[in-house]
């Protein structure tokens, strides 16, 4: 026999939603420590890129020039330029004994022309530039930054490693309770729908910026002394980028069934191709805007950005409103149809 | 047994229960007060998925007690739940909460909902989810607290709820969706299969607290498959088919309506020839048969009832009929649903 209440449970204190918001954000926080599948999927990805940054960086070359070799060749910048001053160009080679000699083949216009000497005062001093500017520390520190900033921050942390943490996280805001049937016991609380919404998001972003800016710091941590700079120039891009793609896949979760999928076509096809076509569609991908602002902040400490490859990049006041209005508009739009949509996931 | 205070359904066989009728205001006498809205009404409520209809322009409305809700599967019983508890939005008409649309999230401090789906937070003991889902209602550590203890006692959890959800019998997890619904201490208690999986000692027990629960003013609603258990529970209830509700009230009123389906009575007598003869004048019987088994008797099929009834209790008298027994063979819920579904009863 249960045991009987006679009185049942006092209604003298009324349930605040307030508590019931600051709750939900703590149990969201609390339920995303777990690391999913597509979450082991980005650790995955992150791991074999950041031990490719540590190898190259590891390596004689690095992400310097000097050391570096010259397309379809087995001999170096440094040597390169070496091999096109005066005392190397005059030296008497045997053409045959190029590759056991490591040395180039001589270019017609490379080989010296002593019967003409005006054409080879012009020709030495000319060919005597690689030389020389292989020898300027701040033009070989500038080459090296930019093609660490390229590749590893403009093409592989925006491109995929951040899109698809924040896609891991984010999206199973509601996705997860989607997916396990269990957002029924939060929308038979008495709380706010877009409420909820916004809970969820709040609380699930720290996840997405520490794994966000975590897998930003070992990549930059990985690429030694480029990558050090990188940390320290480029985190409030990877910041707000972070965020800007935190309120796209919440959204994407509330709004789909299957959100990795379109997740992953959106970063695939609209984030990484479309943000580096030229003219005007990429203003619509949210990577074009975090790239502007590394290649502002890259521009603004003097560097050669021009090697950044970023087409008609806008300046940092428009990348940051356009991010954080992202954001919030995002947010906005997931609270509006969230507040309007059934879920009858568990039907 | 608390009697269910609802009126009728618009589309439902009229006369299962008189509607209220308000007196008349005295022209002297101050306005009476207005009366409270109806604690969950349905206005010709359809729902539409795609091109399904799962709702046709059902209106309803509860005030109090028990009622039970039957219907064969895809009738629209849970749609129906689901709008009374604001996760669905109707089509067409209105579903609200004491006067407040069951959608907007203030409705939903009146209702408990305790769904048919067994999805929880598994890796949480029931303790902790319960208290999870007070404290997401909004209430402070101690009456969160407070209340989970109450609602575990009463729903005879509190020794056992400390084991994690996974490990938990079928019967134990109804038990603890029950007590999240419980929780705010609802007006309205929607369950939507609540006795499935449990055993007939934990079934009493429920039933023993919805009785209770009922006796405390609160309205239940139930649907449930187990119709021996509901008869037990409560005799009114709401019957669906094809996303109608085709009747509602006692199952009394309800086959005394259904004057197309003549009623079985069975009648003890020491000389049921005799009594057979005498009966079969009556208007309203339509055959009679003798009993078989080893009690005498006979077997009448009568239409209205009620004048059936009437005219059987002259002929007694007047006949002086030693009647050892009547028993109304088809007024069961199986045979009534049986009846109105036009098959053998099975939901």
Request: charged letters at 20%.
């Amino acid at each position: 026999m249960l045991p009987t209440h006679p009185q049942s449970v006092s209604r003298a204190c009324d349930p605040s939603p307030v508590i019931g918001f600051a709750v939900l954000m703590a149990h969201s926080f609390q339920r995303h420590w777990r690391v999913r599948q597509m979450g082991w999927v980005a650790f995955g990805l992150l791991g074999l890129v950041v031990t490719v940054v540590a190898v190259v960086t590891a390596s004689r070359a690095g992400w310097d020039l000097p050391d570096r070799r010259v397309s379809r060749t087995r001999i170096t910048y440094r040597e390169y330029a070496e091999q096109l001053l005066p005392s190397e160009r005059y030296f008497v080679r045997d053409y045959h004994d190029d590759i056991s000699t490591n040395l180039a083949p001589q270019a017609p216009w490379e080989r010296p022309a002593p019967l003409t000497p005006t054409r080879d005062a012009i020709q030495n001093l000319l060919l005597t530039i690689p030389y020389v500017v292989l020898q300027s520390e701040p033009f070989l520190r500038g080459w090296g930054y930019m093609l660490f900033s390229k590749w590893i921050m403009l093409r592989v942390y925006l491109g995929f490693v951040l899109p698809l943490f924040t896609l891991a996280y984010a999206s199973a805001a509601i996705g997860a309770e989607r997916e396990a049937r269990s957002l029924i016991w939060l929308m038979t609380r008495p709380l706010p729908r877009w409420a909820i919404y916004l809970a969820k998001f709040l609380g699930t972003l720290p996840w997405c910026l520490a794994f966000g800016l975590g897998g930003f710091a070992a990549l930059c941590l990985s690429g030694g002394e480029y990558g050090r700079w990188a940390l320290a120039m480029y985190w409030p891009a990877a910041v707000a980028a972070t965020i800007a793609f935190s309120a796209v896949f919440h959204l994407v979760g509330a709004v789909f069934s299957r959100p990795i999928v379109v997740g992953v076509v959106y970063v695939f096809f609209f984030e990484f191709l479309v943000a580096l076509l030229p003219g005007s569609l990429k203003l619509l991908s949210l990577t074009f805007y975090a790239r502007s602002l590394m290649y502002n902040a890259a521009a603004a400490a003097g560097y050669p950005v021009s090697r950044l490859d970023v087409a008609e990049p806008v300046s940092s006041a428009t990348a940051w409103a356009v991010l954080g209005a992202a954001t919030v508009g995002l947010t906005l739009v997931g609270m509006w149809l969230f507040a309007r949509s059934e879920y009858r996931d568990d039907v | 047994m608390p009697p269910a205070d609802t009126s009728l359904a618009a589309n439902a066989p009229s006369g299962a229960e008189g509607a209220r009728r308000a007196p008349l205001p005295s022209p002297t006498a101050a306005p009476p007060p207005t009366p409270d809205p109806p604690l969950l009404l349905f206005e010709q409520v359809s729902k539409w998925y795609g091109t399904v209809l799962a709702l046709n322009q059902v209106t309803l409305e509860l005030t109090g007690g028990i009622t039970g809700l039957v219907g064969a599967n895809g009738a629209g019983k849970s749609t129906l739940l689901r709008m009374a508890n604001g996760q669905l939005k109707p089509t067409l008409g209105r579903v609200t909460i004491r006067g407040l649309d069951a959608w907007d999230w203030r409705a939903r401090r009146r209702v408990g909902y305790c769904p048919d789906l067994d999805a929880f937070y598994e890796d949480l003991s029931g303790r902790q989810f319960v208290w999870t889902l007070a404290r997401l209602c909004g209430y402070t550590r101690a009456e969160a607290t407070e209340r989970t203890e109450r609602v575990l006692e009463r729903v005879g959890m509190r020794e056992r709820a400390n084991r994690t959800l996974r490990g938990y019998s079928k019967g134990m997890r109804q038990r603890i969706k029950l007590a999240q619904a419980l929780l705010h201490d609802p007006e309205l208690l929607i369950l939507d299969e609540p006795l499935s999986g449990i055993d007939p000692i934990g079934r009493q027990e429920l039933l023993e607290l919805f009785q209770q629960l009922a006796s405390q003013g609160k309205c239940l609603l139930i649907s449930s498959h187990e119709l021996e258990a509901l008869e037990k529970l409560t005799n009114h209830v709401a019957i669906m088919a094809r996303g109608r509700i085709a009747a509602v009230g006692t199952l009394r009123q309800i086959r005394d309506l259904l004057e197309d389906y003549p009623l079985s009575v069975r009648i003890d007598v020491d000389q049921p020839r005799e009594l057979a003869r005498a009966v079969l004048a009556l208007a309203e019987v339509q055959a009679v048969s003798l009993a078989s088994g080893d009690t005498p008797g006979l077997v009448v099929q009568a239409r209205h009832p009620k004048r059936f009834f009437q005219a059987f209790g002259r002929l007694v008298v007047e006949q002086h009929v030693e009647v050892h027994r009547v028993e109304p063979l088809d007024e069961s819920a199986h045979a009534i649903l049986g009846y109105l579904l036009g098959g053998s009863g099975r939901t």
